[in-house]
């Protein structure tokens, strides 16, 4: 049994370490290997229906999040949880076991390798890392192996791409250049010695939040050195890497691999799916032949194992339940975090009103990208990053900025629901973004 659940109040939730929201206490569940058994997954679904309000969110860290469990429920929600095997030995760990890897590793013919030993080998080592409790929970490390669903420009503070000949760049989030080449076996402990650095600067200087910050100070060589990796450092590395996939939910729909099994991609849209529409896809899935799932960074799970008719019928039961499994449906184009009432900070209902802004955009091409933020408030959780049309709210209106951020000047401000609707029509209609 793992330890009891810590009640804390942050931006990173775990299992073991709930956060308080808006819609009460928010679980986040962290696959291993972003792999979950279909009884593991239809187990999470149990556990929203029975313990919170229906309600779970896919992330853009592969975890999954249920929503709105109350204090009195928590207990049973984490034994549960821990009964089906998805819980670490104590919220310690659970909060240093940020790996992200390509989700169709071990799986994909066209990568350049399995890279699950590895993978399985930095989570258990980062997870026994005591020394590192200072890490900050956002703090994490990104493995792509290639193939058909690279992790693109998905970020982390330590990330290795696959070259062609088993050797894997090294890059330090801030630093845009390879910095070396390490094996799969090396992996582990170069990722190691680099968050110890890590935590060393930031008992120097306690501002330092994330590696970016430690790479701009010192530089990407010298922290290099701090780890004690001097012999890597300027060997040459791979060539390729961290290719940028444009769109919001790369894989949607079905992908046949080489050899010859279908993967079929779905989505919820804006990474909201309730209690039944996933064991509706379990459901779906084994009746398919699947086994298993794999859990993504765009917000989105895939199903591996199908023949192609088993991928139709499943894709046309997902549809059915409300999922998304068409790549040109509008909605993968439109980022959205959950605002009112499941934030703190949210005042508008920003999932309903995404939803209908996202029927301005038609259906667009597979990767198209975000053309629309919606965010609850300046923060912009749902999208960091810049986007051509973002709409802010703040007390039941909305600001537009055009090419920026959720905390960049507005072209346009005060605005209710329906005028921000009116603007976008106008504002699509230059074509801006096709």
């Known amino acids: 049994m793992s330890a009891p659940a810590e009640l804390r109040v942050g931006w990173c939730p775990g299992a073991l370490r709930p956060m308080a929201s808006g819609d009460g206490l928010i679980l986040r569940v962290k696959p291993r290997g972003a792999a979950l058994t279909l009884r593991q997954a239809g187990g999470i679904a149990a556990v929203a229906a029975r313990h919170g309000n229906g309600l779970l969110d896919l992330t853009t860290r592969a975890n999954l999040q249920v929503r709105g469990v109350s204090e009195a429920r928590l207990a049973a929600a984490t034994v549960e949880l821990d009964a089906l095997g998805l819980l670490d030995a104590d919220a310690g760990a659970e909060g240093r076991r940020n790996v992200l890897a390509s989700p169709l590793m071990g799986l994909d013919p066209s990568a350049a390798g399995d890279i699950r030993a590895a993978v399985a080998s930095l989570e258990e080592r980062f997870a026994a890392a005591t020394a590192l409790a200072a890490l900050p929970s956002k703090f994490g490390v990104a493995v792509c192996g290639g193939g058909l669903l ?18 894997f760049a090294l890059r330090l989030d801030g630093e845009d250049a390879a910095l070396a080449a390490a094996t799969p076996d090396a992996m582990p402990e170069v990722a ?66 080489g050899d010859g099994t279908t993967v079929l991609g779905v989505a919820a849209a804006f990474g909201r799916l309730d209690a039944g529409q996933l064991d509706a896809l379990v459901t779906a899935a084994r009746r398919a032949g699947a086994a298993a799932l794999r859990v993504t960074p765009w917000r989105a799970l895939l199903v591996p194992g199908l023949s192609a008719p088993g991928a139709s019928g499943l894709a046309a039961s997902c549809a059915d339940a ?41 259906p667009g091409q597979a990767g198209a990208g975000i053309a629309l933020h ?40 005060g605005l209710d629901p329906e005028e921000a609707r009116r603007l976008l029509k106008t504002t699509l209609r230059w074509d801006r973004h096709p």
């Open 150 to 167: 690279p992790l693109g420009a998905v970020a982390a503070d330590i990330r290795f791409d696959a070259g062609p000949d088993w050797r």
């Open 192 to 257: 190691l010695r680099l968050a110890a650095a890590f935590v060393a600067a930031r008992r120097r200087d306690p501002g330092l939040r994330r590696m970016r910050d430690l790479v701009a100070a010192e530089g990407a060589a010298a922290v290099c050195g701090a780890a004690g990796l001097d012999g890597l450092v300027g060997v040459a590395p791979p060539p390729g890497g961290a290719a940028a996939h444009r769109g919001a939910a790369p894989g949607i729909g079905a992908l046949v691999l």
């Open 322 to 362: 409300g999922l998304v499994v068409d790549p040109a449906d509008p909605r993968l184009r439109v980022a959205a975090c959950t605002g009112a009432a499941g934030c703190a900070r949210g005042s508008t209902p920003v999932l309903d009103h995404a939803a209908r802004f996202a029927g301005l955009l038609g």
């Open 374 to 413: 919606v965010s609850g408030c300046a923060k912009g959780c749902a999208h960091p990053g810049a986007a051509p049309l973002t709409l802010v709210a703040a007390a039941g209106r909305y600001a537009l900025v055009a090419d920026g951020t959720a905390g960049d000047e507005p072209v346009a401000a």
